[in-house]
């Protein structure tokens, strides 16, 4: 493989290739990585840097409740777009198979029943 071609990979890919390890753990271990400064810079009131952790959380795993699940939060709770978090949470309902034993699903059902008793979360 080209070395222009390989810098372009994500770490993800590299490990993958190097045989460290599977592609899917791989990319979940990069998801997590990106999840947890998501969360750092949350916590630190940086909610546009969160937002572009989570997105690249979402790139790696596109399928990550977790990441769709923070970015949830971070609307609700962090910027205040409580119609965005409406939506995620409701998309994290539909994409779980509204199994209330999914942890995500959850608690994104207990995030929209707080909005629908008219109460704030923050």
Known sequence: MPYTDFVALSIAE???????LSP????????????????????????DDALVFCEKARE??????????CV????????GDR????ALYQKII???GYDS???YCAAARKALAV???GNSQG
């Open 24 to 47: 899917r753990v791989a990319r979940e271990e990069e998801a997590e990585l990106y999840l947890t400064r998501a969360r750092l810079a949350a916590e630190e009131e940086r909610f």
């Open 94 to 96: 539909a994409r779980a």
């Open 14 to 20: 590299k490990l993958a290739n190097w045989g460290i």
């Open 60 to 69: 790696v795993a596109p399928e990550s409740l977790a990441a769709l699940y």
């Open 72 to 79: 949830a939060r971070i609307h609700d709770l962090g910027t």
């Open 101 to 103: 034993g999914n942890p």
């Open 83 to 86: 119609d965005r978090a409406i």
């Open 115 to 117: 909005f629908s008793s």
